[in-house]
């Protein structure tokens, strides 16, 4: 099962009146934002270590895709990864995916409150 990171803006409101103003720049701006937040992922991926080393290529498969220019997702390509991350009968669950999921979640959250702080200032102008 995917784990999903959701960011909370407190600025909600604030956001939704610049997407208004300014479409391109908005959408640009977080575009950007879902960018460096693949690069969070990558960094949280192989930081400590989470997902583990005795299971062939798993570390190596991880990819980043985009999906449209506000979505994007990361994820291992290899056929065994939810067994991994899961388990079977015969292998103990790793919630290798939770583990990234949460490491990296205040950093993009951080993050994406600089990027809404920069669509405020960009829409001001």
Same mark, same amino acid.
């Given at each position: 099962?995917?784990? @999903?990171?959701?960011?909370?803006?407190?600025?909600? %409101?604030?956001?939704?009146?610049? #997407?208004? !103003?300014?479409?391109?720049?908005?959408?640009?701006?977080?575009?950007? *934002?879902?960018?460096?937040?693949?690069? @969070?992922?990558?960094?949280?991926? @192989?930081?400590?270590?989470?997902?583990?080393? !005795? #299971? *062939? #290529? +798993? +570390?190596?498969? #991880?990819?980043?895709?985009?999906?449209?220019?506000?979505?994007?997702?990361?994820?291992?390509?290899?056929?065994?990864?939810?067994?991994?991350?899961? *388990?079977?009968?015969?292998?103990?669950?790793?919630?290798?995916?939770?583990?990234?999921?949460?490491?990296?979640?205040?950093?993009?959250?951080?993050?994406? %409150? *600089?990027?809404?702080?920069?669509?405020?200032?960009?829409? @001001?102008?």
């Amino acid at each position: 099962m995917p784990e @999903i990171i959701s960011v909370d803006t407190r600025e909600l %409101d604030k956001l939704a009146r610049a #997407f208004k !103003k300014a479409p391109e720049a908005t959408t640009s701006l977080l575009s950007k *934002g879902i960018d460096a937040s693949m690069a @969070i992922m990558a960094k949280h991926t @192989i930081k400590d270590n989470p997902v583990p080393y !005795k #299971f *062939g #290529f +798993l +570390l190596a498969s #991880f990819r980043f895709e985009k999906i449209n220019q506000l979505s994007a997702r990361w994820f291992p390509t290899v056929k065994y990864a939810a067994y991994v991350d899961q *388990g079977t009968k015969h292998i103990a669950p790793r919630y290798y995916m939770k583990a990234i999921a949460d490491k990296a979640t205040p950093e993009i959250q951080k993050m994406f %409150d *600089g990027v809404v702080e920069k669509i405020s200032k960009e829409i @001001i102008k």
